[in-house]
C-alpha cells in the first residue's frame, strides 16, 4: 500500500543527494512537475501525449522509468532490473526502492532519475540530443561528488565514481571464479551462461543452458547463479568466487534482503548448494567485466538443454577470454 508522500517525502530527506534532486523528488511526489498530462489536467483539450516518444500519456512515472529515453538509460545502467517491474506512480516506485535496494544504489537511481528528468527538459527545450551512456555517468559523477563532500566533512568536492569493478580481474590463489550472466532470447526462451576460470586466468570450464522459460529479470539472473554453482559442484571445484552482474541477486545472497518471493525462493536455493562447498564468495562486476558470460548466455541457440565445455572452447569465447586478461 502507498505511503502519503509525507512519509515518502521524511524518507526522500534522509537520502543523500543532492539538495536538487530532492526538491525534483518532492515535486514529482507532489504531483507538482510540468508533465503535459499535468498540464493537460488545467488546460483542457491539451494533448498530454509525450514529447519523446509520442507513444504514451506523458506523466512522472513515464518520463522517468516507461519511456524509450528512461528504459535505454535503466538498460544500459546496473539496475535493469527496474525493467520488468511495474508500478501505479512514481511514489510506488520510490518506495519500492528505499525498501527493497541498498543505500547506496538508491542515491544512484535517484539521481539517474534526476538526471532523465533533465535530459527530457534540455531536449525539449533545446533539441540536445539525449544520450544514455552520458545521463548514468553525469549522474555517476554527481553521486560520487555529494559522497566525497560527506567523507571530507563537507569540505571541497574531489571527483570520484562509483567503486565497483569494471574488468574482470583474476581470483586468488586456490579459488576459481565462476561468472554467469542471463540471455533472454525472445521465443527462443532464455540462455544461462557460465564459464570457471583459475587465478591465472585458465578456463577450467564452460556451458551454456537454454531453457524455454522466459523469467523475470531478477529470476532469471539469480537462475544463472545457481547454474554456475550446480556447474562448479560438479566439477569438484571446493572454493568458488561466483560473479554476476546483477547487483540485486549479488546483494540477495550477500544477505541484504530477505522473504517469500519465486526470487527469494531462489535466493534460498542457491544458499543451499552453497552449503556444499567449502568457500563461496559473492561477487558483483559491471557488465564490461562479465563479457564472457554474457556471451555464453546469448550463444545462438541449437537446441534446448545444456552444452559444456572443457577443451577446444569456441573461438569467439578464446578471443574473449583473452581480451579479459591482456
Ligand atoms: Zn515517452
Redesign the pocket.
Known amino acids: 500500500m502507498n505511503s502519503s508522500p509525507r512519509v515518502i517525502w521524511k524518507k526522500i530527506w534522509n537520502t543523500n543527494v543532492l539538495p536538487r534532486v530532492k526538491v525534483f523528488m518532492w515535486r514529482a511526489c507532489q504531483n507538482a512537475l510540468p508533465t503535459r498530462k499535468g498540464i493537460g489536467s488545467r488546460i483542457s483539450g491539451y494533448d498530454t501525449t509525450?514529447y519523446?516518444?509520442h507513444?504514451?500519456v506523458?506523466d512522472v512515472l513515464?518520463a522517468i522509468k516507461e519511456?524509450?529515453l528512461a528504459r535505454d538509460v535503466w538498460r544500459c545502467s546496473n539496475y535493469k532490473f527496474v525493467l520488468s517491474l511495474k508500478f501505479r506512480d512514481v511514489v510506488d516506485w520510490w518506495e519500492y526502492l528505499l525498501k527493497e535496494v541498498d543505500e547506496v544504489d538508491v542515491e544512484i537511481m535517484f539521481t539517474i532519475c534526476w538526471a532523465i528528468w533533465g535530459a527530457r527538459n534540455s531536449f525539449v527545450i533545446e533539441g540536445t540530443q539525449p544520450d544514455s551512456m552520458s545521463i548514468i555517468a553525469y549522474a555517476l559523477k554527481v553521486c560520487g561528488e555529494v559522497r566525497d563532500v560527506r567523507a571530507n566533512g563537507g569540505k571541497g568536492a574531489i571527483l570520484k565514481v562509483v567503486q565497483y569493478a569494471e574488468r574482470w580481474s583474476k581470483p586468488s590463489e586456490g579459488w576459481v571464479k565462476m561468472n554467469v550472466d542471463v540471455g533472454v532470447l525472445g521465443e527462443a526462451g532464455t540462455g544461462l551462461g557460465a564459464i570457471a576460470r583459475d587465478s591465472n586466468g585458465v578456463v577450467l570450464c564452460a556451458a551454456v543452458h537454454h531453457v524455454k522459460e522466459r523469467w523475470g529479470v531478477k529470476e532469471a539472473e539469480a537462475k544463472a547463479v545457481w547454474c554456475g554453482l550446480q556447474l562448479a559442484r560438479d566439477r569438484g571445484i571446493k572454493r568458488v568466487v561466483l560473479e554476476s552482474d546483477s547487483l540485486l541477486v549479488v546483494q540477495a545472497l550477500r544477505g541484504a534482503s530477505a522473504g517469500r518471493s519465486t526470487f527469494h525462493l531462489l535466493i534460498e536455493d542457491i544458499t543451499n548448494v552453497a552449503a556444499s562447498f567449502d568457500d563461496v564468495k559473492w561477487s558483483f562486476v559491471r557488465r564490461n567485466g562479465n563479457r564472457v558470460a554474457h556471451y555464453l548466455a546469448h550463444f545462438q541457440p541449437w537446441d534446448l538443454g545444456q552444452r559444456m565445455w572443457v577443451d577446444h572452447l569456441p573461438n569467439d569465447v578464446i578471443a574473449l577470454v583473452a581480451n579479459d586478461i591482456i
Do not use: F, G, L, S
Open positions: 509525450c519523446v516518444c507513444q504514451e506523458e513515464h519511456c524509450a
